[in-house]
């Protein structure tokens, strides 16, 4: 059992505290929660729950305010720990129980003592899951969620990016969570290989066959991290996670958050687009943060101090309004979007997102036959393609590193600078002229590229920069795309939503390759699954050839808001 942290009373001033509180499920399982009371007054009190499953007693404080904060400001505070972890009875099985169990507690909380009988959820990544299945389930108290950084659709906003494997994040967050499992056996040996693992994660970036590493896949552990891996498509294991396809269960409103640097910034933006499209009270926080930490300095940038969290003080607003009273009364505090525009360090707001003013501009790929790296001839031209193919050569067993380079086997996201990158032969680089005026783009940018390779199967990998009138290209957005192109094919590669405003002078720049390593699996080039791939012999090299002549205009589409 967990030993509960004992506070001294001054950290509880304002504030009544009850640990280890059991939940029967309707299976007889007890989940555990800590119960968090406002001191100062007798209630009745809406309930703030976040069932997560890192520690009931961390409370996701990483991003948050600690939950003695909530209640002070007037709401009961329920933690609880998931099915098998902490002190909570059960097999965890990541998102399996998540729908039954939400809503069995979700009913718990709303009749504990001092309860309004509304509940509202928070939390962020698997927090944030976990208020979307039980949201599933409808249970009658719940009123209003916070679902942060976390994907509606798990295939495509947490695991695979179009259908390709986003490695290093899913193999390190298996090995955390399987690490926990293995605490729970009687036996030590998956214990041990786990923490051996823990302190050096990245090498599963390495594994081969990844579908079959250890420790991912031992016998006496739950066999999700395997199945992540294993379902490489789009199939039944998917789409029974995929809330995209129950947007119409899931009515309620919701305050969404999502980070321009986070790894699971695609799941954020299209569940609240789905949402948004379907049911009012939607309201979306488009930050410029990564997953973890928030705030204002990430990957060598600092955007001031407007990009300081505020989160807390908003969340507690927006529950107010709606659990407050049984019929929220006044306007919603927060409605439609609020986004942070890069390059402007500065919010903007717009009734939605992507902002309905945006239209679509192109920008031509041109050259004269040699775009390879930063040095080359590869332009973007609103004047319209030209010039000769640009070839380049994709060896898996080197391949282009992701943007905030390769960490032993773990990949940065951030703002990090291109330019070091760009200067390789292996990736084709295409920059604009500098800008006579200032450009802000604010949507999901796309790319069209008329592509041949000599593989049966392969990867492209696009990456948008900003650059500096210093030279320095600072990225912004990915995409990548899997293509059958040896007779030739025309691939849409559609990058992360961003907001960026491009001062006069600076450039727009997109470089492409066919790897982002260790962020995505290499593609073998063989036509065979990745995952399968069981030593680097089986790598095959590739010749790569974009076309961008009248016949094959590959191009880059921007959403541009007016002047």
Not at 73 to 89: A, K, P, Y
Not at 350 to 358: D, I, L, R, V
Not at 409 to 433: E, I, K, M, R
Request: charge should be negative.
């Amino acid at each position: 059992m967990t030993t509960p942290v004992q506070l001294p009373a001054r950290a509880l001033s304002g504030v009544t505290l009850e640990c280890g509180v059991a939940a029967a499920m309707r299976d007889g399982v007890r989940l555990v929660a800590d119960i968090y009371r406002p001191a100062a007054s007798p209630g009745p009190w809406p309930v703030l729950l976040m069932r997560q499953p890192y520690g009931r007693d961390i409370a996701s404080t990483v991003v948050y305010a600690h939950p003695t904060w909530f209640a002070r400001r007037g709401f009961m505070v329920v933690i609880q720990d998931v099915r098998g972890r902490g002190d909570s009875e059960g097999e965890f099985h990541a998102f399996r129980h998540e729908i039954d169990d939400g809503h069995d507690t979700v009913m718990w909380a709303a009749a504990l003592p001092g309860s309004n009988g509304r509940v509202g959820m928070y939390g962020f990544s698997y927090q944030g899951s976990t208020q979307l299945l039980a949201a599933v389930g409808r249970p009658p108290p719940l009123k209003a969620l916070a679902p942060h950084m976390t994907a509606f659709d798990l295939y495509s906003g947490w695991f695979y990016r179009d259908g390709i494997l986003q490695l290093s994040t899913t193999t390190g967050w298996a090995g955390q969570m399987l690490r926990e499992d293995s605490r729970r056996l009687p036996s030590r040996a998956a214990e041990t290989a786990l923490d051996a693992n823990w302190l050096n994660s990245g090498a599963l970036a390495h594994a081969m066959p990844l579908r079959h590493a250890a420790p991912l896949v031992h016998p006496d552990l739950p066999r999700y991290a395997a199945d992540w891996l294993g379902h490489t498509t789009y199939d039944d294991h998917w789409r029974e996670l995929d809330l995209l396809r129950r947007i119409d269960a899931l009515g309620l409103p919701m305050f969404h958050l999502s980070g321009w640097y986070d790894f699971y910034l695609r799941g954020s933006v299209d569940g609240y687009v789905a949402m948004a499209a379907r049911h009012p009270h939607q309201f979306l926080l488009a930050a410029p943060w990564g997953h973890i930490p928030w705030g204002p300095q990430l990957g060598g940038a600092d955007w001031g101090p407007a990009a300081r969290p505020d989160v807390d003080e908003q969340m507690a607003a927006w529950f107010h309004h709606w659990l407050d009273h049984e019929t929220p009364t006044g306007p919603a505090p927060l409605r439609g979007c609020r986004y942070f525009v890069l390059g402007e360090n500065a919010w903007r707001d717009a009734s939605a997102w992507p902002p309905p003013e945006a239209k679509e501009h192109t920008w031509f790929l041109a050259g004269d036959g040699r775009a390879n790296s930063r040095f080359g001839d590869g332009r973007l031209s609103t004047a319209g393609p030209g010039g000769e193919d640009d070839l380049f050569s994709y060896d898996p067993e080197v391949p282009v590193v992701a943007p905030g380079g390769n960490h032993g086997g773990h990949a940065a996201f951030g703002p990090h600078d291109l330019s070091a990158q760009q200067q390789g032969l292996n990736l084709l680089v295409y920059t604009s002229p500098p800008l006579a005026a200032p450009l802000v783009v604010a949507g999901r940018p796309g790319c069209v590229l008329h592509v041949r390779s000599s593989a049966p199967l392969t990867d492209f990998v696009v990456r948008l920069s900003r650059v500096t009138a210093e030279g320095r290209a600072i990225f912004l957005s990915l995409g990548a795309a899997r293509a059958q192109a040896r007779e030739g094919a025309e691939i849409t590669v559609a990058l992360d939503p961003v907001a960026v405003r491009f001062a006069p002078g600076e450039c727009l720049r997109i470089d492409v390759a066919s790897s982002a390593f260790p962020l995505l699996v290499r593609n073998p080039n063989t036509g065979a699954d990745p995952a399968d791939v069981a030593r680097p012999a089986e790598f095959r090299r590739a010749l790569q050839v974009v076309h961008h002549d009248d016949a094959h205009p590959s191009r880059l589409l921007l959403p541009v808001l007016p002047a």
